[in-house]
């Protein structure tokens, strides 16, 4: 009886010694590991056994659980199901937004106005939306701006062209 209870004691201690936390993406891939902090862009964390600490962006994680059962929401997934959900797409200068996430590619768009009098700011937002639209079609949630141009030109009026890089997870 003795063994057993010392047996018990040492599953527990063990249990608790050993609880792993884990992270879970938005693919739904898991992490066991142990986390070493949570920052504002990034999670670091260690694998059990290992020294070195690792980093995941927190744009691509869904929720942490700790090894003591507490469940910690890091991010709300955004879901595209085609061109109609372009209003949900994000556009970001900051390429630490885009980290871990799957690159799809390069797009771009262009409006043009019907003379020199035509509005280039209004010109600018009709281009990004119909660069929302193309990533959106293809499944994308996130745009890295690469560029932003507005001209008038006398003869052919005015024009807006947009170029960026679309990621889903």
């Known amino acids: 009886m003795k063994n057993v209870v010392l047996l018990f004691i ?29 920052a504002d862009k990034s999670i670091k964390y260690k694998y059990v056994g290992e020294d070195l ?9 869904n929720v942490v659980i700790f090894g003591n059962g507490r469940v910690q929401k890091v991010t709300d997934k955004i879901v595209i ?10 556009i970001t200068n900051l390429e630490s937004d885009v980290e871990g996430l799957t690159k799809y590619g390069e797009l771009n768009a262009k ?6 009098y035509s509005n280039v700011g209004k010109l600018q937002k009709k281009a990004i939306d119909k660069l929302k639209k193309e990533a959106a079609s293809h ?11 507005g001209d008038k030109m ?13 990621y889903k997870y």
């Open 10 to 38: 040492f599953v527990v201690i063990a249990t608790i010694t050993y609880s792993q936390d884990k992270i879970v993406t938005h693919r739904g891939d898991t992490i066991k590991c142990k986390i070493s902090e949570i």
């Open 53 to 61: 600490l690792n980093s995941i962006s927190k744009n691509v994680v």
């Open 81 to 90: 199901n085609g061109e109609d959900d372009w209003e949900k797409v994000q």
């Open 111 to 116: 409006k043009n106005g019907g003379s020199i």
């Open 139 to 149: 499944g994308c949630h996130i745009i890295l701006m690469l560029s932003s141009t």
């Open 154 to 166: 006398f003869y052919a009026g005015s024009q807006a062209s947009v170029t960026g890089v679309a």
